[in-house]
């Protein structure tokens, strides 16, 4: 599957934003989906994921209450909506997608694919 993000871009702290992961190439349904993000000089990290039916979620602490994933399988779309940004969340944001389990995944040696990033930049 190949996948597509957009939707970063720069942001004054408190703000939002809207990232897109558009995916091509397999049944869309059959996959979880995850949101990763990785700072300069620091690890990659889950931000958010859901399963292949959106019946589950799963989201890091530090985003929990300002970020929500969702997915639309009939436009092969998965979101992340971003709510009061702050300057550590700052990142590449990365879309990632693994055939479903029925168990949502966090790591991303779980993900099988992957989408180019997209900048998230938040200004204090």
């Known amino acids: 599957v190949q996948l597509q993000a957009c939707g970063g871009g720069l942001v004054r702290a408190g703000g939002s934003l809207r990232l897109s992961c558009a995916a091509s190439g397999h049944t869309f349904g059959g996959f979880d989906m995850g949101w990763f993000r990785q700072a300069p000089g620091k690890e990659r990290e889950v931000v958010a994921a859901i399963n292949w039916s959106g019946s589950s979620t799963y989201y890091a602490d530090s985003v929990k209450g300002r970020f929500t994933i969702s997915r639309d399988n009939a436009q092969n779309t998965v979101y992340l909506q971003m709510i009061s940004l702050k300057p550590e969340d700052a990142a590449v944001y990365y879309c990632?997608?693994?055939?479903?389990?029925?168990?949502?995944?966090?790591?991303?040696?779980?993900?099988?694919?992957w989408g180019q990033g997209t900048q998230v930049t938040v200004s204090s």
């Open positions: 990632a997608a693994r055939r479903g389990s029925g168990v949502v995944k966090y790591t991303p040696v779980d993900y099988n694919y």
